[in-house]
C-alpha cells in the first residue's frame, strides 16, 4: 500500500513568514493533490499536478517526480491561512482514478499575527 | 453558487438506529465520493460512484450502504453494523475520475451517544 508522510505534522509561524509544507510518497504516481482543510472542516483544492510547479496567488506546489516529493510554499503567510494541509497521491496505472487516493495526515498550520 | 451540499452538518445518534448522511451537487459530476476522517489519520473512501445506478465499496465500506439514484445525489447511510460511527463524514465529487479535482462538502460529524 502506498504511503503518503506529511512533515512537519505541526507548524507554527509568524505573519509575514514564508511556509513550507513536505510531502513524500513511496510508489510512482500519477496525480498528486493538495488540499487545505478549514477549522470549520470543509476541504478545498489547492493544486493537482503531476509534474514541475504551479502557483496561484502566494500558493506555490512544486513536485519532484524521480524524489517522490512535493512541497507545498505560501509566501507573506496570514492568519487566515491557518489551517490543515493535506497530501493525496493517485498511484500510477492505467486504470486507477481518484477512487484511489491514497491521503496524508496532514500538516496542522498556525500563523499568529 | 455550484457546489457540494452536506447535510445535516451535526447529527447524535443512539446505538443501534441507522442514520442517512445527504450529499447533493449541483456541478454536474458524474463521480461521487464518501470519506471518513479520524483524528490523526488520512480520509479513508467509504463507497465511490462514477456513473448514476452503479456503486463501488471503497477501503472500509462495512456498515455503510449508499445509493445512486440521481446523479446530483449520493446519499450515505450508516447502519447499526458500523462498530464505530463516530467520526466526520465528508463527500466529495469530480467530473473525471483521474486528474480531476475534487470539490468537497462541509462534513457532517456524526456521535454515537
Known amino acids: 500500500k502506498n504511503e503518503v508522510e506529511q512533515s512537519p505534522q505541526n507548524l507554527t509561524a509568524q505573519e509575514g513568514e514564508f511556509i513550507t509544507i513536505n510531502c513524500s510518497y513511496s510508489v510512482g504516481i500519477s496525480a498528486l493533490h493538495w488540499l487545505q482543510q478549514h477549522p470549520g472542516g470543509g476541504i478545498v483544492s489547492l493544486f493537482m499536478l503531476s509534474s514541475g510547479k504551479k502557483k496561484h496567488g502566494r500558493l506555490i506546489a512544486t513536485i519532484n517526480i524521480q524524489e517522490k516529493h512535493s512541497s507545498l510554499h505560501i509566501t507573506a503567510s496570514h492568519p487566515r491561512d491557518s489551517a490543515v494541509y493535506i497530501c493525496?497521491?493517485?498511484?500510477?496505472?492505467?486504470?486507477?482514478?481518484?477512487?484511489?487516493?491514497?491521503f496524508g495526515t496532514g500538516t496542522r498550520l498556525t500563523i499568529i499575527p | 453558487d455550484g457546489g457540494i451540499t452536506q447535510s445535516p452538518k451535526y447529527l447524535f445518534r443512539k446505538e443501534g438506529q441507522n442514520v442517512t448522511l445527504s450529499c447533493e451537487q449541483n456541478?454536474?459530476?458524474?463521480?461521487m465520493y464518501w470519506y471518513r476522517q479520524d483524528p490523526g489519520q488520512g480520509l479513508r473512501l467509504i463507497y465511490y460512484?462514477?456513473?448514476?445506478?452503479?456503486?463501488q465499496k471503497g477501503d472500509i465500506a462495512e456498515g455503510y450502504s449508499v445509493s445512486r439514484e440521481k446523479k446530483e445525489s449520493f446519499p450515505l447511510t450508516v447502519t447499526s453494523a458500523q462498530k464505530n460511527p463516530t467520526a466526520f463524514y465528508l463527500c466529495?465529487?469530480?467530473?473525471?475520475?483521474?486528474?480531476?479535482?475534487?470539490?468537497f462538502g462541509e462534513g457532517s460529524r456524526l456521535t454515537v451517544l
Open positions: 456541478l454536474n459530476h458524474d463521480a
Open positions: 466529495a465529487s469530480s467530473n473525471a475520475r483521474v486528474g480531476g479535482e475534487l470539490f
Open positions: 493525496a497521491v493517485i498511484p500510477r496505472a492505467s486504470n486507477f482514478g481518484n477512487e484511489k487516493l491514497t
Open positions: 460512484s462514477q456513473i448514476v445506478n452503479d456503486f
